[in-house]
Nanobody, 112 residues
Framework: QVQLVESGGGLVQPGGSLRLSCAAS????????MGWYRQAPGKERELVAT???????NYGDSVKGRFAISRDNAKNTVYLQMNSLKPEDTAVYYC??????WGQGTQVTVSS
């Protein structure tokens, strides 16, 4: 059974940074495409970033150049480094597998 546990969310000021973590069990992140998605109130869930087994990355247009997805194979964990955060980045962030497994999400709020 796949389990994804996100952490690292919180309240940050505009221009600040956060690093989200997704600890995985029941799946090996190194050999699977992993992703981060987000959903803001009243909006549909949208792609933030994906990372393939070949280390190919893909980013949503609104986060390109500011966010970076990575993984630690030894910890079986996927990360999302978020820099230059904006109020419009406020959302619940979810970890995802290509097979359609989802974590419970972690709230990120960008506000002064």
């Amino acid at each position: 059974q796949v389990q994804l546990v996100e952490s690292g969310g919180g309240l940050v000021q505009p221009g600040g940074s956060l690093r989200l973590s997704c600890a995985a069990s029941g799946i090996i992140v190194r050999i699977n495409t992993m992703g981060w998605y987000r959903q803001a109130p009243g909006k549909e869930r949208e792609l933030v970033a994906t990372l393939s087994p070949y280390s190919t990355t893909n980013y949503g247009d609104s986060v390109k150049g500011r966010f970076a997805i990575s993984r630690d194979n030894a910890k079986n964990t996927v990360y999302l480094q978020m820099n230059s955060l904006k109020p419009e980045d406020t959302a619940v962030y979810y970890c995802n597998t290509a097979a359609g497994d989802w974590g419970q999400g972690t709230q990120v709020t960008v506000s002064s």
